[in-house]
């Protein structure tokens, strides 16, 4: 068998195993039950940030 078959096998095995390992990770993460933070950790008021940015067109004279 040519090399670079052979290197084309190894990588396509590898991709399908990396691909079933995420699979199996997004299931087990998607199994948990994830439940809301209290309402009682958010006692503070939200801050509003806002930035402007100006830039000024000097024209020549």
């Given at each position: 068998m040519d090399r670079s078959k052979l290197v084309a096998i190894i990588?396509?095995?590898?991709?399908?195993?990396?691909a079933i390992a995420y699979l199996i990770l997004v299931q087990l993460l998607d199994y948990r039950d994830m439940k809301p933070a209290p309402i009682s950790q958010f006692d503070q008021a939200p801050a509003i940030i806002s930035n402007c940015w100006q830039i000024y067109k000097i024209a020549e004279v």
């Open positions: 990588t396509g095995v590898i991709s399908i195993i990396l």
